[in-house]
Each structure stands twice: as C-alpha cells, then as structure tokens.
Nanobody, 124 residues
C-alpha cells in the first residue's frame, strides 16, 4: 500500500508563490512517475503536472505552463510543485498521485494512488 501525504497549501494573494510537497511511502518511489492534479469546487479533477521516474521528463497543463514547476527528490521520496505567479483561478484542492508506471501521463487512469489533498486559495 502506498501512502502519499501532501503539505504546503495555504491562502495567498494573486502573484504570490507556494511550494507543495508530497511525501511517499510504501513502494520503491524512484521507479514510478508522479503527478499533481487539482479540483476546484463544482469542477472535475484536472491534470496539473507530471514527472517521470528519473525526473528527466516533465509535462504540464497549458494553464500552468511557465508558472509551475514539478520536481522530485528520489532520495527523500518526495515530489514538489513550485507554483509562481498564482492566480485566483488556481484556487483548488491539489492532489498528489503516484503513477502505475515510470513515464509521465496526464490521464487519471495512469495513477493508482492518491493523497488526501491540500487546499490552495488565491485571493485577488
């Protein structure tokens, strides 16, 4: 069983930055891709970013490209999401997800473990 624990959410103003962390345990972290998704009230959960097993490949949703950066530290079993230039439309619960394989994907079916989520609220 894989456990994912997110942290780092909070309330910020538009233009501010936040860094989310996701600590993983329960399987060999470095063998699998990791992803971040988000869900705003009344909306479907949507893909934000993904990173391959080695960190050598990343993939972003168009809405966050150039503002968000996903990274991982396999020695610490942790994946990060650096969020800069935050906008009110970034407000959502952010979920960390562990992939079923080593390569990036934006598809929810490509992830089989999920964290409990962390709230990010961006005020205008």
């Amino acid at each position: 069983q894989v456990q994912l624990v997110e942290s780092g959410g909070g309330l910020v103003q538009a233009g501010d930055s936040l860094r989310l962390s996701c600590a993983a345990s329960g399987r060999t972290f470095s063998r699998y891709a990791m992803g971040w998704f988000r869900q705003a009230p009344g909306k479907e959960r949507e893909f934000v970013a993904a990173i391959s097993w080695s960190g050598g490949s990343t993939y972003y949703a168009d809405s966050v490209k150039g503002r968000f950066t996903i990274s991982r530290d396999n020695a610490k079993n942790t994946v990060y999401l650096q969020m800069n230039s935050l906008k009110p439309e970034d407000t959502a619960v952010y979920y960390c997800a562990a992939g079923t394989g080593p390569f990036t994907t934006a598809q929810r079916m490509g992830y089989n473990y999920w964290g409990q989520g962390t709230q990010v609220t961006v005020s205008s």
